[in-house]
């Protein structure tokens, strides 16, 4: 697991070995790590999940930092780049010499963790602090929010289910 702390060092770490290699690179944070460092929702992620570019470049300097630092070599990935729509806003985050750090709004993350609908994992609670954080009070409301980002052939039935049962909760 991944704290607040080693995630800045990471993108740090990851920064300077951009700037080893000549490269200015972009990253589009995601899920727990948007949970943790902009929401401070929780404690720890366990690994960082983005979109980011140049690709290939950033794969490969966070696979040689995973070797150093003893971590998996998928603690930064882009397995969540299909829940990705078109972003309204990228609110810088962190920028340093060769690396800028950009998270999406409230509203798209509570969207991205809903059309995700994983029961497993701390989908639900994020989506329950989300909800919160947002003012959100009804189910249709939570709905609403999706929509705005994902067309409704992109949205999983079991979506609507996951929404029902934490505003059930709530």
Known sequence: MLNKQQILDLLA?????????G?????GLCGGAVMCLVFNARESTRDVDAIFAPTGIIRDAAKSIAQKKGL????????????????????LFREWSNLRV????????????CV?????????DDVRFLVRHLGLTTATQVVDA???????????A????????IMQTS
């Open 23 to 27: 490269v200015v690179g972009e990253i």
């Open 158 to 165: 079991k979506t609507q289910f996951f929404i029902e049962e």
């Open 102 to 113: 950009w998270v999406p709004p409230a509203d798209f993350m509570l969207a991205m963790k």
């Open 13 to 21: 770490v990851l920064n300077d070995e951009l700037q080893t290699r």
């Open 116 to 124: 995700a609908a994983r029961y497993d994992t701390t989908d639900a």
């Open 72 to 91: 998996p070599d998928d603690w930064l990935n882009d397995a969540a780049k299909g829940f990705f729509s078109d972003v309204p806003a990228r609110n």
């Open 146 to 156: 999706v929509a705005k980002y994902y067309p409704h052939e992109r949205i999983p």
